[in-house]
């Protein structure tokens, strides 16, 4: 199936990111509010063989939004990006800058549907070695706002908007979330004093400050078990304290979140590609907590969670519901000449397949087998259960009641 080998990928390319952090010089980065450097014009795509200048005039608002082709998030914004260009004109000009070269830009411009269906013709910096040590970043996309011979933000590009571009032009300034993918975490938690025996804090989202999980660890200066994690959504934290007192063997899809608040939206982001960033910066909460004596991880993650329903008031938990589902059941008979397809190791692996492509009702796997299994795509349930047949299994749309995570706000 296409999806195991877009999970490796992502695998791979955090891998490399993590590397790419190492190595990273950032001596030349400019900061936000200091003037860009001058640079000899680059040479671009689709600019009629005229070079691109990042030093234009005063009056031009410079948008250079860092991608490649592997960049699902990039690919899918370029819509966006062109019918800005196309509004705002030559009081604007985005610029994509990629470090891919120009014959695999030039054929993936050829064939993507993105690109092709919607006329992408922005002028594309390749192969760049230059602009990346200005502007620095882990990942994409990464977008650096340049006006008045300045860099006036550096944002992710779900602050790319009409509204945000109109603000710069005419206040000459804008105040933006920062992306920073450089920020030394220990480095933005408060250290306690040696006397402190403990403290909660619970705070809403800290700008220019990446993302981090949940950690439970000691601190190496005072000693003290520290708790914390950094810009999550509170559903995104809930379910990772929640995993470390009771762990699910099944994804975590919309359907088995059950809502029983005035404003799910406050909790959970269920908005299109495009808005996670913008969402985050308004709804993300940063959570710090330090204990004089250690706990067991599952005990710990209890008093997180209790810390959480106090400050927050909610109660979270684990309930069932009925409702639609594929369920996967039978008793696994080994094959002997194995077919074409995508080989698996069990159904626990095909269950949350299943389930992160997102077509399909959740998956309760009844079988819970680890014996491997070739699965050719498939396109329905029941095309998936005739070649479960072949194992001793189905695979069947029915109702089935299900674990679920409650929120309820408490009155």
Request: glycine share 6%.
């Amino acid at each position: 199936m296409k999806n195991i080998f877009l999970i490796s990928l992502i695998f791979v390319c955090s891998a490399l990111l993590a590397t790419a952090q190492k190595q990273i010089d950032l001596s030349r980065r400019i900061a936000i509010g200091e003037p860009i450097p001058p640079m000899h014009p680059f040479t671009a795509l689709h600019t009629g063989g005229v070079p691109v200048s990042v030093n234009a005039s005063l009056d031009k608002i410079i948008l250079l939004d860092f991608f490649d082709t592997y960049c699902v998030n990039c690919i899918a914004s370029l819509p966006k990006l062109q019918k800005l260009q196309g509004e705002f004109g030559d009081s604007l000009q985005i610029v994509l800058v990629s470090w891919q070269d120009s014959a695999v830009l030039q054929r993936f411009w050829n064939t993507n549907p993105t690109v092709t269906e919607n006329g992408i013709q922005l002028p594309i910096i390749y192969g760049d070695t230059l602009l990346r040590k200005y502007f620095p970043h882990q990942g994409i996309p990464h977008v650096a706002w340049l006006y008045q011979n300045k860099l006036q933000a550096v944002t992710h590009s779900d602050f790319v908007d009409h509204t945000a571009l109109s603000k710069l032009a005419r206040d000459r300034k804008i105040k933006l979330p920062v992306k920073n993918d450089f920020v030394n975490l220990d480095s933005q938690v408060e250290t306690p004093t040696s006397k402190l025996q403990g403290s909660v804090v619970l705070e809403g989202f800290r700008d220019a400050t990446p993302s981090a999980g949940y950690s439970y660890l000691q601190d190496t200066i005072t000693d003290l078990f520290r708790t914390t994690f950094v810009n999550m959504p509170i559903s995104g934290a809930y379910t990772a304290i929640w995993s470390k007192i009771k762990k699910p063997d099944f994804l975590m899809k919309n359907e088995r979140y059950v809502w029983l608040v005035e404003d799910s939206t406050r909790y959970k982001n269920f908005g299109t590609a495009g808005n996670s960033q913008r969402w985050l910066a308004e709804n993300a909460m940063c959570y710090a907590r330090y204990d004089r004596n250690h706990r067991r991880e599952e005990d710990q993650a209890q008093a997180v969670l209790n810390d959480l329903n106090g400050f927050l008031g909610l109660n979270v938990y684990w309930s069932t519901r009925k409702m639609p589902c594929v369920v996967i059941s039978g008793k696994f008979k080994k094959q002997g000449a194995e077919g074409e397809g995508q080989k698996m190791e069990g159904t626990g692996v095909l269950a949350f397949l299943i389930d992160y492509s997102d077509k399909y009702p959740p998956v309760v796997d009844n079988v819970k087998t680890k014996e491997t299994m070739v699965i050719p795509e498939f396109e329905s349930i029941a095309e998936l259960d005739r070649y479960l047949k072949r194992y001793g299994l189905r695979a069947q749309l029915q109702e089935e009641e299900i674990e679920v995570l409650v929120f309820e706000e408490i009155l």
